[in-house]
């Protein structure tokens, strides 16, 4: 009989091959996603001879032809029967060959092929095309680098297709470990990664791993913590200095593919600025501690967007605006007047929030928390000072539920997904509905002990659609009023001689 192992990769062969044999009617000649049928041909002739030829040839090769390119020699890439496409993922396989072509780009200093895509008013600067060179010339790309490295963008995006996470075990549904099971038992799924040597392959392998730990587009907007940088540095440090070169080189392609593009039209010179600023301040991991470079990174982004950043609570609006997402003065001044009405409890509990570094003190990483706010603000029925409220109460009940835990088991980091809170803001209409909205909430922990789901039930989904009522408004008005009353206490209480006006229609 066959072992489990067998088992497993037999039915995500067979049901990708059903996939494959859909397409392929449609498409007619596409071969079927089967052992053997996609595997790489002589044909294909070899990803490590192209990489060779393109850095020997550097500035003179015709980038035009990198796409046709790139798709013979990663078959994953290829528009008609690449894995990308016979899983009917365009946008993935897309990103997929922005982030090679852009990668390519980098490594061969060809700035017009990387900011092809790019409008001449957000073109990347040149001085930031030097900085982005530095942190290339940094990493010392070898061919061996940079084919893995392409093979890694090729087959990266696989493990988020839901046809294949329906297929993995249960410990490999989520992406990195999905695309790490492919290559374990369904190497016919990437056929691209046959074409590296065993060095090259545990470096793609190590890096799908790093990638699982630490989310770095989470730190360029401020959704993680130090904790996080601390277990990157641990990582790093058991790794090597090799594998983090060349993860960075990666990082660099991953980002700039994130909007597709012949070339990179992500990476212009808006997004560059906290790009380069987030890996100027990584690598430095192994150098200095993690709360010195995470708030040297916000620090930074503060000195580019002018914010203030000598008080606590400056660095905590700072956190807010890279949450927020945040591009100009009004918009901050937004967040500053919704914090400005929070009462000192409630800034209080913020506040232990936004400055707790998940290594001497617990840490809530709220995942989702960007959208809740972006949602929040394209939704005329939710301001920020009432999410705020909201975010105290959801932390009250966090707070509740680690302390509950035996002290071994509480985590130093509790990741938590706010996916469906953010989908609720986009839609609810009643603003009370939203204020109460916790107390209908559910905190489902998963198995592995250390993230959460928050919950909104059907006790709120229900009422999402709910109209102000007289009685809503009543009791919205209510609560709004004591929470004036509260802030002219605080501002009484410490000295202030400006209190605001309780008959105002907003608290500055």
């Known amino acids: 009989m066959p072992d489990e192992g067998e088992a497993e990769q037999a039915d995500l062969n067979e049901n990708l091959d059903r996939d494959a044999l859909v397409a392929s009617e449609v498409q007619g000649t596409a071969p079927s996603i089967s052992d053997g049928e996609l595997s790489c041909s002589s044909e294909s002739v070899s990803l490590a001879r192209l990489v060779r030829k393109l850095l020997a040839t550097g500035a003179e090769f015709d ?69 982005l060179q530095q942190i290339v010339a940094w990493s010392e790309v070898t061919p061996e680098h940079l084919q893995a490295v392409l093979v890694l963008l090729a087959i990266r995006g696989l493990g988020k297709n839901t046809t294949i996470l329906q297929q993995v075990p249960a410990h490999a549904q989520r992406p990195e470990k999905a695309v790490l099971h492919l290559i374990s038992v369904a190497e016919n799924v990437v056929p691209s990664v046959s074409q590296l040597g065993e060095t090259a392959r545990e470096l793609v392998e190590t890096a799908l791993l790093l990638h699982e730990l630490f989310n770095f587009a989470q730190m360029l907007q401020g959704e993680n913590v130090p904790g996080n940088i601390a277990q990157l540095r641990e990582f790093v440090a058991e790794k090597g200095q090799r594998m983090w070169r060349f993860y960075l080189v990666f990082l660099l392609g991953f980002m700039s593919g994130l909007q597709a593009g012949e070339g990179s039209r992500f990476m212009n010179a808006s997004n560059a600025k906290s790009v380069i600023s987030g890996i100027r301040m990584l690598l430095h991991v192994l150098d200095d501690t993690p709360n010195a470079i995470y708030w040297g990174y916000l620090s930074d982004r503060a000195r580019h967007l002018k914010l203030p950043r000598q008080t606590a609570d400056d660095l905590v609006l700072v956190r807010l605006a890279c949450l927020a997402r945040v591009q100009d003065e009004q918009s901050y001044f937004a967040l500053q007047t919704a914090w400005d009405a929070l009462h000192a409890s409630g800034k209080d509990s913020l506040r232990d929030h936004f400055l707790a ?56 980091i509790m990741r938590v997904d706010l996916s469906d809170m953010a989908q609720f803001i986009r839609a609810v209409k009643n603003r009370f509905v939203f204020q109460t909205c916790v107390s209908r909430c559910r905190i489902v922990p ?22 102000d009522t007289d009685v809503t408004l009543l009791a919205y008005t209510v609560h709004e009023l004591m929470q004036r009353q509260h802030v002219m206490e605080d501002h009484f209480k410490s000295g202030v001689a400006n209190a605001p006006d309780a008959d105002s229609d907003r608290v500055f």
């Open 446 to 467: 998963n198995t592995d002990e250390k993230s959460v789901r928050f919950e909104m039930t059907g006790a709120n989904w229900s009422r999402v659609n709910d109209a």
């Open 63 to 131: 980038g035009q032809q990198l796409p046709g390119l790139l798709q013979s020699h990663l078959l994953e890439l290829h528009k008609s029967w690449g894995t990308h496409a016979l899983l009917d993922q365009n946008l993935e396989r897309d990103r997929a060959e922005s982030a090679c072509i852009s990668v390519i780009a980098l490594v061969t200093n060809r700035y017009d092929m990387f900011t092809k895509p790019q409008d001449r008013s957000v073109r990347l600067r040149p001085q930031q095309w030097d900085s």
């Open 357 to 412: 570094d998940g290594i001497h003190s617990t840490a809530f990483l709220l995942e989702f928390l960007p959208d809740c706010l972006v949602n929040s603000n394209a939704n005329a029925t939710i301001s920020l000072s009432l999410l705020f409220s909201v975010l105290v109460d959801l932390l009250h009940q966090l707070r509740m539920m680690t302390r509950s835990l035996p002290e071994s088991r509480q985590p130093r």
